[in-house]
């Protein structure tokens, strides 16, 4: 089955510099690689998302890309901010929920 | 649009008991899926339901059920808890069943002892 790596599990950053997450994963036929955001004492949301059709993505601050060949993908966060501070997850599917990995998390903080 | 709602947010109970959550999906979703959060292993897929009916079931034993009514509205139940059952349940709605996008509710928080 799938199996997803992310690094680093730990990040910390001076506000409005750039955050990277990485993720891997093993499956080749994996095509959905969303990111969750979770803060504390709340559910992960959804934050970016990307399909194997397409290398990069970006949404404001935040962006992803994706590569294929060497099955590995990466949040970008820029101008980061404290309110950025939580835990990230990646995560990999074949495009049913039911077989969808996750990332064991990278906990974000965003030192003011 | 309200969200994920999940009931209770904390639940204590003691080895052997049973419990039962709740989880109503955002307006308009029909799947709903239960992920259990831990420290050590994560976020594991529990299973899926879409149309009153399981579509999917991740690795976990027969003690891990539920069900799912006509207005989409879930419950998930554990029977014999045992210790390595407190964790986080997550519920995640979506709109159609296998969607890709989830959204989650803030979960119940499940203490063993």
């Known amino acids: 089955g799938e199996n997803v790596e992310q690094h680093p599990s730990t990040l910390s950053v001076q506000e409005g510099d750039s955050a990277v997450i990485k993720c891997t994963y093993s499956?080749?036929?994996?095509?959905?690689f969303p990111w969750y955001k979770q803060e504390l004492g709340k559910g992960p949301q959804l934050i970016i998302d990307?399909?194997?059709?397409?290398g990069e993505k970006k949404d404001q601050r935040i962006a992803v890309t994706l590569n294929k060949t060497a099955k590995h993908f990466s949040l970008h966060i820029t101008e980061t901010q404290p309110e950025d501070s939580a835990v990230y997850f990646c995560a990999a599917s074949r495009g049913n929920n039911n077989d969808m990995r996750f990332g064991a998390g990278t906990r974000l903080t965003v030192k003011p | 649009k309200a969200g994920v709602t999940q009931t209770p947010r904390y639940l204590i109970k003691t080895r052997g008991q049973q419990v039962t959550l709740s989880c109503s999906p955002i307006?308009?979703?029909?799947?709903v899926s239960w992920y259990q959060q831990t420290p050590g292993q994560g976020l594991q897929f529990l299973f899926e339901y879409f149309s009153e009916t399981q579509r999917n079931k991740g690795n976990f034993p027969g003690r891990f059920s539920g069900r799912q009514f006509s207005n989409s509205r879930s419950e998930m139940n554990v029977s014999t808890l045992e210790l390595g059952d407190s964790a986080l349940y997550l519920c995640?709605?979506?709109w159609g069943q296998g969607a890709e996008k989830l959204f989650f509710g803030s979960g119940t928080q499940l203490s063993v002892l």
């Open positions: 307006s308009g979703h029909r799947s």
């Open positions: 499956d080749s036929a994996s095509n959905y």
């Open positions: 995640a709605s979506s």
């Open positions: 990307i399909r194997s059709n397409v």
